[in-house]
C-alpha cells in the first residue's frame, strides 16, 4: 500500500514538474518574449491604433492688393465624414444615406454605397459644405442619435476652408487659384504656396476602438498657425482700368487669341497691373470661361471630350503675360535703338536712307518697308518714329552681330526676368547658326521672340534711365496678425544702356507718341513715350492663307521723369484693324488716360493742349437763375436754360463731371423741364473741329480724347452710341485718332 | 500488503494507521467520528485547512477580481451603460463560490467514491440536454440558462471526469496496466465526452478533458507506453478529421493562427482580430505595465477582455512583473495543492486532489498560450480571473474538495 501510496506521489511529483516547468516554464518564456523583446513594437502598433491624430487646417492667408483690397481670401466650410464602421444594419444606412443626400443635394444611391463600406471609419460625403448645409447636417446628428443611439459617431464635420475670389475673374492669371485641398495650383496661389498655407495643427487623442475620446488627459494640441498674407503691388483700380480696356478692345478689333497688358513702376519694378483676358473665374477655375469652348467641348465625347477639356482648361490658365512668347516687331526697335546709341554705331544726327526696301545682304532678296514708296532720307529720331525698317537694318548693320546678342542677352531676352510668378517663359533667338539676314529682320523685331513681360522689362529699363529692375508683384508678406513679416526691396539687375542713351530714347520716343507712328497712344498732358508693334504670328495660324497678327504697344510715361510703363498685346486681331498703332494703340491711350490721373501723375499741357482739356463742372443748384449763369461763366462754360422757373433745380452735366472749356452746362429751371431729350449724333469721322461744331448744335458736351491738337486725326469711337436720346449737356466721350500704319512684317 | 486495493481496502488500513497514531479513539472514519470530540476550527491547525493553500486561494481571487473589473469596466460601459455590470455578477459568484468552497470543504471527499460514475452520467445528461436546447445562428450549445446564472456544461464534465478516474483509479489500480482496466474505461469514457463535446462544438473542451483524462491515467499508474499510443492516436484522428474537412469550425477558429500580427485579407484581419490586440495589450505593458486601470487596450479595442483575454490586460497594466508574480502565484497554488494532496492518506484523495490541482495548472498554462498567440483562439478561460458564474463557483467547489483533502493530509501546518 504504502509503495502504491508513494508510486502516485512519484506521478504526482513527476506531473507537477511537467506543469511547473514545461508549462508555466513557457507561458512564462512567452510572455518574457512579448513583453520585453516585442514590447518596444507591440506597444507601437498600439499606440497607432489607439491615437488618432486630427489634423486642424490652417488658414490660408489673404491676398491684398497695394491698397488693402481683398482679391483673395478664406473662409471656413465643412468636410462632411461618413463612418460607415458604427452601422449596424441596411435600414440605418438607408436613414443615413437619405437624411444626407437630402439635406446636402446628393444621389441617395452613391452615398448608400459610401455608408456601405463597412470597414471604413473615414468616407468624405462632400467637401466644402457652407454653414446653412452645416447646420442641417448637424441637426439631422441630433435626430440620428435620438432614434439610434449608437450612430452618434457615424457622421462627422471637419472645419476645412474655402477660396473665395470675390472680383471672380480679376486678375486670374496672376492670382492663379487653389485645389480641393487648398493648395494653390497657378498664380501666385501657387508661387506663394508655402507662405500662405501656413502650418496645419494637430490634435493627437487617445482614442477607444469605437474612436470617441478615452478618459485620460492625453490630447495633445498645436494649434494651426494661419497662412502669412500676402499684399501684391496690383493696384486693383489700375488692374480694373486695364482690364475693362482689354475686354472692351477684344470685342472690338474681334480678337481671337485674347490679350496682355502690363503696367510696371519702372523705378521699382512693382507690378502694378497685370491683365490677362480673356481669363476665368479662380472661384470656378474648372468650368470653361468661353461658352464657346464650353460649347465645342459638348460636341465632343469619351476620352477626345476630356482631353480637348483639359487643353482648353490648360489654356484659360495659361497667363499669357509671362509664358507666352511672340514676335516683338516694331517695339524691338526701342532695343535696337537703345543699343545703336549706346554702343555710337550711329547717333542722332546720322541720316538714313530708305527707298522702300533694303538689301541687307548681297544676294538675298530685297526686304521691304511698310511704306513701298519708301520714307526718303531720315534722321535717327525720325526713323524711329516713321518705324522705318531699311533704317534698322542698316542701324544692325552698323551694330554688328555679337552686339546685338550682347543686347538681346543684357536687356533680359534670353533669361527670364525672375518675376515671381510661376511658369515664366523666355525668348528665343535665332537658332545657330544664324546669319546677317538674321540680324537684319532681328533688328526691326523679326525672327526672335520674347515674352510680354520681358519686353515690357526691357522698355522700363529704357524709361529707368538705362537700370534694368527686377519686376515683382508681392510688395509685403504679412503673418497673420497683420504684421509685416518680409518687405521685398526693388532690385536694380544691372545698367543696360547709359543715362544719356535713355534720356535721348525717352525723347525720341516722346515725338514718336507725340506725333510719330505712335500717336494713337497719345495722352494729352502725360507726355507718353511709346512705340506701336504688328508682328506675324509664329506658329500655324487659324485658317489657311490667312497670316495671323499681333499687335502690340508699350510705352511709358512721363517721357521726362518717367514713372510707369504700360504693354498692351492683342493677340490675332481678326477685324480689319490689326496693326498695333490701330489695335493696341488707342487702349493703351484709353488704359493710361484713366491710370495717370490716378496714379497722381502731373499733367503738363502745352498750350494747344489746353484748349481740349476738361474742367470740372461746378454746382449751381438752388441758384437763382441768373446767379447761376454768372457762375457757370465764371467757371468757363456756357449756361443753357431749360424751362421757365427762376431757380435751378437741376444741372446736367452734374457737379464734378468733367467738360471741355467752352462747354454747356445746362440749367433747368422747371422740374418737367428735364424730360427734354436731344439726339447723339454720329461723330465718327470728323476732325476735332467738326466734332465741336457739330456737339454745340446738339447741346451735347465733348471730352476728347488721343492727339487732339494734331490736325491730322479722326474721331473713330465715341462713349455714347448715335441716336441715342440723352438729356441736353450729356458728356460724350470722342476718341481721335488715325489710321496710319506703322509698320510691316516680313 | 493487500494484493489488491479497494475502497474497504483503504478505509481499513487508515483505520489502523489512525488507530497507531491516536491510540484509543474512535475506530470511525474521520467524517464519521462525532464532531464534539474534536474543538471546531474553521481555519485550524492540525486537522483543519491548509492555510497556505488558503491564503493563496483568496490572494488570487482577489487579485482576478480587481483585474476583471479593471477589464471589463470600459466594456461593460459601453455594452451596457453599467461599468460594474461584471464585477457585480462576478463578487456575487465569488461569495457564492467561497461559501460553496467552505461547505465542501467540510464533506468529507470519500463520499465522492460512490457518487463519481453517477456524477459522470449527470455530466453527460447534462451535455445532452444542452444540446437539445436550440440556439441561434449554429452558435455553439454550451450552456444551460438557470436564469441567475448559466452553467457551462463542460465544466460539470471536467469535475466528473476527474471524480471518475480517481474513483476508477482507486478501485483498479493494480490492473491499471491492462487494457479491460486501463485503456477501455479511458476510451469509452473520452469517447463518450468527446462526442457530445463534438456536437456542441467544444474544441477547447475536448482538449481539456482529454489532458486531464490523460493526467489522472498517468497519476492512477497507466504504463507510459499507452500515452505514447494515445498521442500518436490523436494526431492521427485529428489529421482524418481535418482532411475530411469535419474540423471546419475548429479551423476557422485556429485560421490566423500565429499570424495575428500579419496582415493577408480583411477577413483574416477582422478573424485575428482579438488576437492580435492581446499582443498588443500584453507588448505595450513592457517590464512595469501601464499602471492599474490604465490600459488602453480594454477600450474596446481587445473584445471582450472581462472573458478568455482578461489576462493580457494584467499584462497591459501590470507588466511583465505583475504578470510573473500572477503566475508564480498560480504556480505556488497549483505546488502547494499539490504537495498537499499527494500526501493523501489513500489513493482516491491522491488520485481526486492531484487531478483538481491539474487542472488548475493546465487551465493557466493554455489560457496564456492562447492569449500570447501560441495556441489557436479556442476558448480557455483563466481560473478566478475570467469573467463566468458557473466557472467560478465549480472551481472554488473543487478548491473545497482540496481543502476538504488538505484537513486530512498528512502535512505539517503552521
Not at chain 1, 500676402?230 to 475686354?247: A, G, N, R
Not at chain 1, 466734332?691 to 494734331?710: K, P, R
Request: proline share 3%; with cysteine; glycine share 8%.
Amino acid at each position: 500500500m504504502d509503495k502504491v501510496l508513494s508510486g502516485i506521489s512519484k506521478r504526482a511529483t513527476a506531473l507537477l514538474i511537467l506543469i511547473l516547468f514545461l508549462g508555466f516554464g513557457s507561458a512564462a518564456c512567452r510572455l518574457f518574449y512579448l513583453h520585453m523583446i516585442m514590447g518596444r513594437e507591440l506597444s507601437e502598433k498600439a499606440v497607432d491604433q489607439q491615437l488618432s491624430d486630427t489634423t486642424v487646417s490652417a488658414k490660408r492667408g489673404t491676398i491684398y492688393d497695394r491698397n488693402g483690397n481683398v482679391l483673395a481670401s478664406s473662409a471656413s466650410v465643412w468636410k462632411v465624414i461618413l463612418a460607415p464602421a458604427y452601422f449596424e444594419n441596411d435600414s440605418q444606412r438607408h436613414y443615413v444615406a437619405q437624411g444626407l443626400s437630402e439635406i446636402l443635394g446628393l444621389d441617395e444611391k452613391d452615398v448608400f454605397e459610401l455608408a456601405s463600406k463597412s470597414e471604413s471609419y473615414y468616407q468624405t460625403v462632400k467637401r466644402k459644405v457652407e454653414s446653412d448645409e452645416r447646420d442641417k447636417v448637424l441637426e439631422f446628428i441630433d435626430k440620428l442619435g435620438d432614434k439610434y443611439e449608437r450612430l452618434t459617431n457615424v457622421i462627422v464635420l471637419e472645419e476645412d476652408f474655402k477660396r473665395y475670389y470675390p472680383y471672380n475673374d480679376f486678375a486670374a492669371s496672376v492670382l492663379g487659384f487653389t485645389g480641393a485641398d487648398g493648395q494653390g495650383l497657378a498664380g501666385i496661389e501657387y508661387e506663394y504656396d508655402s507662405y500662405l498655407t501656413g502650418v496645419p495643427g494637430r490634435i493627437v487623442t487617445e482614442n477607444n476602438g469605437w474612436g470617441t475620446t478615452m478618459p485620460f488627459e492625453y490630447q495633445q494640441k498645436e494649434d494651426a498657425q494661419d497662412g502669412n498674407s500676402l499684399v501684391l503691388t496690383i493696384d486693383e483700380t489700375v488692374q480694373h482700368f486695364m482690364e475693362k480696356y482689354l475686354k472692351q478692345g477684344i470685342v472690338d478689333y474681334k480678337v481671337a487669341e485674347g490679350a496682355v497688358a502690363i503696367c510696371m513702376d519702372v523705378k521699382k519694378g512693382e507690378i502694378l497691373g497685370m491683365a490677362v483676358e480673356n481669363t476665368f473665374d479662380p472661384n470656378e477655375p474648372y468650368v470653361l470661361a468661353s461658352d464657346e469652348a464650353q460649347k465645342e467641348v459638348d460636341k465632343l465625347t469619351g476620352t477626345e471630350k476630356e482631353e480637348r477639356l483639359n487643353e482648353l482648361l490648360a489654356k484659360q490658365w495659361r497667363n499669357k503675360a509671362i509664358s507666352d512668347s511672340y514676335y516683338p516687331g516694331s517695339v524691338y526697335k526701342v532695343i535696337t535703338a537703345s543699343a545703336v546709341l549706346e554702343e555710337n554705331a550711329a547717333n542722332l544726327n546720322s541720316t538714313f536712307y530708305c527707298s522702300g526696301s533694303y538689301v541687307p545682304y548681297e544676294g538675298v532678296e530685297p526686304i521691304g518697308c511698310h511704306n513701298l514708296s519708301g520714307h526718303g532720307s531720315q534722321t535717327f529720331g525720325e526713323a524711329l518714329c516713321n518705324s522705318c525698317n531699311p533704317a534698322f537694318m542698316m542701324m544692325g548693320k552698323a551694330l554688328g552681330m555679337d552686339k546685338y546678342w550682347e543686347y538681346f542677352q543684357s536687356f533680359g531676352f534670353n533669361s527670364r526676368t525672375g518675376i515671381d510668378l510661376p511658369g515664366e517663359g523666355t525668348g528665343i533667338f535665332f537658332s545657330e547658326p544664324w546669319g546677317p539676314v538674321d540680324l537684319a529682320i532681328g533688328s526691326f523685331g523679326q525672327g526672335i521672340s520674347v515674352t510680354p513681360i520681358e519686353m515690357v522689362t526691357a522698355v522700363s529699363a529704357v524709361a529707368n534711365g538705362g537700370n534694368y529692375v527686377k519686376p515683382y508683384l508681392v510688395k509685403q508678406i504679412l503673418d497673420a496678425n497683420g504684421n509685416v513679416v518680409e518687405t521685398t526691396e526693388p532690385v536694380v539687375k544691372r545698367q543696360v544702356i547709359s543715362e544719356d542713351t535713355a534720356l535721348k530714347m525717352s525723347e525720341i520716343l516722346e515725338k514718336n507718341a507725340a506725333e510719330g507712328t505712335a500717336k494713337n497712344g497719345y495722352v494729352a498732358g502725360y507726355r507718353i513715350a511709346g512705340k506701336t508693334g504688328t508682328s506675324e504670328k509664329i506658329g500655324n495660324s487659324r485658317k489657311k492663307n490667312v497670316k495671323d497678327y499681333i499687335a502690340s504697344y508699350c510705352g511709358y510715361a512721363p517721357a521726362n521723369d518717367p514713372q510707369i510703363a504700360l504693354l498692351v498685346y492683342f493677340d490675332t486681331p481678326t477685324g480689319d484693324a490689326y496693326y498695333g498703332s490701330q489695335v493696341a494703340a488707342p487702349v493703351f491711350a484709353g488704359i493710361m488716360s484713366e491710370i495717370c490721373p490716378y496714379l497722381g501723375i502731373e499733367a503738363q499741357y502745352t498750350d494747344e493742349e489746353l484748349k481740349y482739356v476738361d474742367t470740372s463742372a461746378g454746382t449751381y443748384l438752388s441758384m437763382e437763375l441768373n446767379e447761376a449763369v454768372a457762375a457757370v461763366e465764371a467757371d468757363g462754360f456756357e449756361a443753357y436754360i431749360c424751362g421757365e422757373g427762376s431757380t435751378v433745380v437741376a444741372q446736367v452735366p452734374q457737379s464734378g463731371a468733367s467738360i471741355p472749356r467752352g462747354g454747356k452746362v445746362v440749367l433747368y429751371t422747371t422740374e418737367n423741364s428735364t424730360r427734354e431729350t436731344e439726339t447723339v449724333p454720329d461723330f465718327t469721322g470728323m476732325t476735332v473741329a467738326q466734332v465741336n461744331e457739330t456737339a454745340y448744335d446738339y447741346n451735347i458736351n465733348v471730352s476728347f480724347s488721343g492727339a487732339v491738337e494734331l490736325d491730322t486725326v479722326y474721331s473713330y469711337a465715341q462713349s455714347i452710341n448715335p441716336n441715342e436720346q440723352v438729356a441736353p449737356g450729356t458728356v460724350v466721350t470722342v476718341y481721335f485718332g488715325n489710321n496710319d500704319v506703322d509698320d510691316t512684317v516680313m | 500488503m493487500l494484493q489488491s486495493y479497494t475502497y474497504n481496502d483503504i478505509e481499513s488500513f487508515m483505520k489502523s494507521k489512525r488507530k497507531k497514531e491516536e491510540p484509543g479513539e474512535n475506530r470511525l472514519p474521520a467524517h464519521r467520528r462525532p464532531r464534539t470530540k474534536k474543538k471546531f476550527k474553521l481555519l485550524a491547525v492540525g486537522e483543519g485547512l491548509d492555510l497556505m493553500f488558503l491564503g493563496l486561494l483568496v490572494l488570487l481571487l482577489v487579485i482576478g477580481l480587481i483585474m476583471m473589473f479593471s477589464a471589463s469596466y470600459p466594456y461593460a460601459y459601453h455594452r451596457y451603460d453599467d461599468s460594474y455590470y461584471f464585477i457585480k455578477k462576478q463578487v456575487i459568484f465569488a461569495l457564492v463560490g467561497l461559501a460553496v468552497m467552505f461547505g465542501v470543504s467540510f464533506v468529507d471527499y470519500h463520499y465522492y467514491h460512490k457518487a463519481a460514475p453517477f456524477a459522470m452520467a449527470a455530466a453527460w445528461l447534462l451535455m445532452i440536454i444542452v444540446l437539445l436546447i436550440p440556439t441561434e445562428d449554429n452558435a455553439p450549445k454550451r450552456w444551460l440558462n438557470l436564469g441567475v446564472f448559466s452553467i457551462q456544461a463542460s465544466e460539470v464534465c471536467k469535475l466528473a471526469l476527474i471524480l471518475f478516474f480517481a474513483n476508477w483509479g482507486s478501485i483498479y489500480y493494480k490492473k491499471m496496466h491492462t487494457i479491460k482496466y486501463g485503456v477501455m474505461p479511458a476510451l469509452i469514457v473520452l469517447g463518450v465526452t468527446g462526442l457530445l463535446l463534438y456536437l456542441e462544438p467544444h474544441y477547447s473542451g475536448i482538449v481539456i478533458c482529454l489532458l486531464i483524462v490523460a493526467v489522472m491515467l498517468f497519476l492512477a499508474g497507466l504504463p507510459l507506453k499507452y500515452f505514447f499510443i494515445a498521442g500518436g492516436a490523436v494526431v492521427v484522428l485529428v489529421f482524418i478529421l481535418a482532411t475530411t474537412g469535419m474540423l471546419t469550425y475548429a479551423m476557422s477558429r485556429m485560421d490566423g493562427w500565429g499570424q495575428a500580427l500579419e496582415y493577408t485579407t480583411n477577413e483574416m484581419w477582422q478573424t485575428t482580430w482579438q488576437t492580435r490586440n492581446s499582443l498588443y495589450a500584453i507588448g505595450s505593458g513592457g517590464m512595469w505595465g501601464l499602471g492599474l486601470g490604465q490600459s488602453r487596450q480594454k477600450y474596446l479595442y481587445l473584445p471582450e477582455p472581462q472573458n478568455d483575454f482578461v489576462f493580457a490586460i494584467v499584462c497591459e497594466e501590470l507588466g511583465f512583473v505583475g504578470a510573473a508574480i500572477v503566475l508564480t502565484l498560480f504556480a505556488i497554488l497549483v505546488f502547494r495543492g499539490i504537495q498537499i494532496c499527494s500526501k493523501a492518506k489513500d489513493m482516491f484523495g491522491r488520485l481526486l486532489g492531484v487531478g483538481l490541482m491539474a487542472q488548475i495548472g493546465l487551465q493557466v498554462v493554455l489560457n496564456v498560450l492562447v492569449i500570447t498567440d501560441w495556441l489557436p483562439n479556442t476558448g480557455i478561460s483563466l481560473p478566478f480571473f475570467s469573467y463566468g458564474g458557473s466557472s467560478m463557483i465549480m472551481l472554488l467547489a473543487q478548491m473545497g474538495i482540496v481543502l476538504n483533502i488538505s484537513r486530512s493530509a498528512n502535512i505539517a501546518k503552521e
